[in-house]
C-alpha cells in the first residue's frame, strides 16, 4: 500500500523557516518524481515544486529561490526546506506521487501558517 505522510509545518513568523518531511512507503521511492503541491482554504491546488529520478529540481515561480526540494532514497524521503516564509505561504502541503498509469498519490497534508 502506498503511504505518504507529511510532517514539519507549523505557525511561524513571516520571514520564518520550516522544514517538511515526507516518509514514503508501499513503492519504490527512487523509481518516482516526487512534488509538492499546496492549497489554501477556497484555493485551488498549486504545484510548489518537484525533483526527478535524477535529482533535477524544478519550482513555482513564487518560490523566488526561497524553497528547496530534496529526497534521499535510502530512507525514502521527500524534504521541502521554506526560507522566508511569507503570509501567502500559509496553506496545507501535500507530497504527490504519481505513476505511470496515471493514478496519484498524495499524503494528508501538513499546516504551514505564516504570521505578519
Known amino acids: 500500500e502506498v503511504q505518504l505522510v507529511e510532517t514539519g509545518g507549523g505557525e511561524v513568523q513571516s520571514g520564518g523557516s520550516l522544514r517538511l518531511t515526507c516518509a514514503a512507503s508501499g513503492f519504490t521511492f527512487s523509481s518516482n518524481e516526487m512534488k509538492w503541491i499546496r492549497q489554501a482554504p477556497g484555493k485551488e491546488p498549486e504545484w510548489v515544486a518537484s525533483?526527478?529520478?535524477?535529482?533535477?529540481?524544478s519550482y513555482a515561480d513564487f518560490v523566488k529561490n526561497r524553497f528547496t526540494i530534496s529526497r534521499v532514497n535510502v530512507r525514502p524521503t521527500l524534504y521541502l526546506e521554506m526560507n522566508n516564509l511569507e503570509p501567502g505561504d500559509s496553506a496545507l502541503y501535500y507530497c504527490?506521487?504519481?505513476?505511470?498509469?496515471?493514478?496519484?498519490?498524495r499524503g494528508q497534508g501538513t499546516q504551514v501558517t505564516v504570521s505578519a
Open positions: 525533483i526527478d529520478t535524477s535529482f533535477r529540481t
Open positions: 504527490v506521487t504519481r505513476f505511470p498509469a496515471g493514478i496519484e498519490y
